[in-house]
């Protein structure tokens, strides 16, 4: 009867112990596996490089195994991007918008900053961070994108680089629409047309008619008679 008691204690204990192990045992992954390049622009010549990433990134709890335990949250990504070739500084900005039903923060953004010999998105060239800031509230993330950063490295090739730039070059975007008629909100002070000043009219006391607007003709004056000479008339001088 004992030995029978002690081989079912036994077995449950195996039987629990692999899901406590399971979970005990797991750890979160920021995945970016579906961020893609979708436009760019100044390479290979170009003074500035620039580079457009969007697309989904989720923050995964994994076993020991490797194995996805769940999601914990999963939003749309925008990444802008920017080499100076001449000040060798690559600048990458970052917007993060999570996935309805997601019960944190619903935004965040990432500014990053750093010093590379060569642009990092088309060679092997490490970098040095010089500036960084976010303002999201997600650890894990934040955590892989500095770690990693430029966290977007490796996802460009040359050729996609290239191309996508040339298409830019080609097919520059349309400017701007003129704003409506009768909208003044692009004008400056000097565009926009005045209204005349006009005087004001003064009304007469109640009782009293109204005084005439508009000049009344007079005749013209008689010419004045030329003025009457002040010489005294002389006597005329004898003969002789």
């Not at 008619?209 to 030329?226: E, N, S, Y």
């Amino acid at each position: 009867m004992k030995r029978t008691i002690v081989v079912l204690l036994v077995g449950a204990w195996i039987a629990i112990a692999p899901a406590a192990h399971a979970q005990e045992f797991t750890s979160t992954h920021t995945d970016c596996s579906g961020l893609e390049l979708f436009a760019a622009a100044g390479v290979p010549d170009g003074a500035t490089h620039k580079y457009q990433f969007r697309g989904i990134c989720r923050e995964l709890e994994k076993d020991d195994g490797n194995k996805v335990v769940s999601v914990r949250w999963q939003g749309w990504v925008e990444v802008d991007s920017r080499y100076d070739v001449k000040t060798a500084e690559f600048d990458e900005g970052v917007k993060i918008t999570m996935a309805a039903g997601y019960d944190g923060p619903q935004s965040g953004t990432i500014e990053i900053r750093l010093k590379c010999a060569q642009d990092p998105m088309l060679t092997s060239s490490s970098c040095t961070i010089m500036q960084f800031a976010q303002k999201a509230t997600w650890p894990d993330f934040v955590t892989a994108w500095k770690k990693n950063a430029p966290y977007t490295k490796g996802k460009v090739t040359y050729a996609q680089a290239a191309e996508l730039s040339k298409l830019a070059t080609s097919n520059p975007p349309p400017p701007p629409p003129p704003p409506p008629a009768g909208d003044q909100k692009s004008a400056s002070r000097d565009e926009v047309a005045l209204p005349a000043v006009q005087a004001p009219v003064t009304q007469p006391p109640a009782g009293q008619p109204k005084q005439r607007t508009t000049p009344i003709a007079r005749p013209a004056p008689a010419p004045l008679p030329p003025p009457e000479t002040t010489r005294l008339a002389l006597p005329p001088l004898p003969p002789g």
